[in-house]
């Protein structure tokens, strides 16, 4: 193999992977670690509401939450209970990143991946809480993540990753 001729530059394609891949990883890996939250919620708040022991199962795809029916506001607010504390968790994590970012540029791709989940599970916890459209539902919320992101963080994003505008491999020569 030929020498690149160059000491100080890596390749961009390593470099666009290498602020890829990790948003990609960090957005799975916490959405993921997230479930027990969410079927926990679903089960404290069922519980409660109902005097009764309802269980959560989980499986290598997810988690479910069983629970003797109630009366239809019980139902509602156990069902909607599991997205909405997600919601409040990931909305913490957001808030203190986005509070970070207003003096430190690194917190850039945090504040989207905390925004994302965010928004994704608040707008999933509706459709999950009226158990209407449950599997588009998740389709919806990442969408809605999707879009309010790309609309808050999606220009200096994109100008990060490929470095438009003639901007180098750090976020902080992003303003
Ligand atoms: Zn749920």
């Known amino acids: 193999m030929g020498s690149r001729g160059s000491t100080t530059m890596k390749p961009s394609g390593a470099r666009f992977l290498a602020k890829v891949i990790p948003m990609m990883v960090m957005l799975v890996v916490l959405a993921i670690l997230a479930v027990p939250f969410h079927e926990a919620a679903h089960q404290l708040v069922g519980n409660t509401l109902s005097g009764t022991q309802g269980y959560v199962i989980f499986t290598w795809a997810g988690g479910m939450y069983y629970q003797y029916p109630g009366t239809p506001l019980q139902d509602f607010l156990t069902r909607i209970a599991g997205g909405l504390f997600q919601a409040l968790l990931f909305g913490i994590l957001w ?21 994302m989940l965010t928004v994704g599970y608040f707008v999933y916890a509706w459709f999950d809480g009226l158990g209407v459209w449950i599997d588009y539902g998740a389709l919806i919320g990442i969408v809605a993540a999707i879009t309010v992101c790309g609309v808050l963080y999606g220009r200096k994003l994109l100008s990060w990753i490929f470095e438009l505008n003639g901007l180098t491999a750090n976020k902080s020569d992003i303003t």
């Open 95 to 115: 808030a203190l990143s986005a509070w970070q970012a207003r003096y430190s540029k690194w917190e850039l791709d945090t504040c989207a991946i905390f925004g």
